[in-house]
Structure formats: C-alpha cells, structure tokens
C-alpha cells in the first residue's frame, strides 16, 4: 500500500551494529505496527503502538526497540544487530474506529545481518 | 487469542474454484475471521472479513457455518496471479490488544 512506506527497502550491516528501520504512514491511523517474516513462516509481532504515547511489545520484542515520533511515524531499532536478525521486516498500520478493522502493511524492508 | 490452524499448501488449476479451510475451535464471541494474501517480497494484503455466515466481494467469498468454529475462503475462478500465500486471522475488533500472530499461512499454487 503507497499510504505506508518503509526506508530503507534494503540494508546489510554486520554483527553488532546499531541500526533503524523506518516507517511512515499518510493514512491518518493511530494504530502501527511492526512485524518480522522469516523465509517460509508468517508474520511475527515485534512491537505495536496505539497511538504516540502507547508502546506494547509483541511476541517477539526481544533485541528491538521502537519509537512513536509522530502518530505518523513508527521507528523500529536494532540496538546490537545479530544474524538470526536477518529477516523480511512489516510496518502496518491499521484504524482502530473503522467498523472492521484491518492492517494495512508496506512495502517492507530486507534486512541481512553479517 | 484463538490459535488457527490451516493446511500449508495447496495447488490448483486455472480456472477452478478454490476453498481454503481455516480452523478456529476456541474463537471468542467478538471475534472477527479476516483473511490477507501476500505475494512474495510483499506486505499482506487485506482480502475479506466476516463475523457469521457468508461475506461476499469483488475478490473472495467467506463462509462461516453457525458455530463458527471454522471459516472458509473461496476463490472463484482462479488465475495464476492468484499465486500467494493466504493467512487466516481470529480477532477482536480491536486488534491491537492482542499479540496477534499470522501464523504459516496456506502457499496456494495455482498451475497453468
């Protein structure tokens, strides 16, 4: 979905580093959320926020770290990056007052850890 | 948070009919069923959503029986660009106050 954007598509650092992931939303939702896919399995949750004052973590928080700058703008961090943190990274969005909510996700980011 | 459990993978040929069956057994009352498709290198892509019934649109047809226990996406007349994977998500409303998972996922493989 055009409305949610991540930067960078692409990232390859080494074990140790610290990096950020990014991502931006044009929807007007309160609601974002990061996710993780590992090739051949779903989607995991590492973090989602209400809105710019509400930070949950997910299932799999561990190693991350995320924050809220605006209600359209939702960073997700790798403090001390790892190589079981390569992975396919989601940021989605969703509308909390709409009768069903749904997920909105972009496009995502393919992050390799050396 | 009601676990789903659906089959890995199917294969299909053009032009059929195609039903994916989603297993629920412990759903809440205020849940929702919602099903994505993802196509490879994608985010997931909001397909269909029902409470009871049959839910019907442009892309799918939902059907839940009564007990809602179990869920069923149907694909009419598939093409190959219907080759992706389709998860199956039981939920509240408010989504966000669960640890939601999407799980493996079907890989539907549609052949020429």
């Known amino acids: 979905d055009a409305d949610v954007t991540q930067t960078p598509r692409n990232r390859i650092t080494k074990t140790g580093k610290r990096i950020m992931l990014e991502c931006s939303q044009t929807k007007g939702h309160d609601r974002m959320y990061w996710y993780r896919q590992d090739p051949g399995l779903g989607l995991r949750l590492i973090y989602y926020s209400f809105d710019v004052k509400d930070i949950n973590k997910g299932e799999i928080s561990d190693g991350y770290s995320v924050s809220r700058q605006a209600q359209a703008k939702f960073s997700l961090s790798l403090e001390s990056a790892i190589p079981n943190q390569t992975a396919l990274y989601f940021c989605a969005t969703s509308d909390p007052t709409a009768i069903q909510e749904t997920q909105y996700f972009g496009p995502g980011t393919r992050l390799l850890v050396l | ?112």
């Open chain 2, 1 to 112: 948070l009601a676990k789903t459990t659906q089959p890995i993978s199917m294969d299909s040929y053009e032009g059929q009919e195609v039903n994916i069956t989603c297993s629920h057994n412990n759903i809440a009352t205020n849940d929702y069923i919602t099903w994505y498709q993802q196509f490879p290198s994608q985010g997931p892509r909001f397909i269909i959503q029902g409470y009871k019934t049959k839910v019907t649109n442009e892309v799918a047809s939902l059907f839940i029986p009564a007990d809602r226990k179990s869920s069923t996406l149907s694909l009419p007349r598939v093409s190959l660009s219907d080759t992706a994977v389709y998860y199956c998500l039981v939920g509240g409303s408010n989504f966000g106050n669960e640890k939601l998972t999407f799980g493996t996922g079907t890989r539907l493989t549609i052949i020429p």
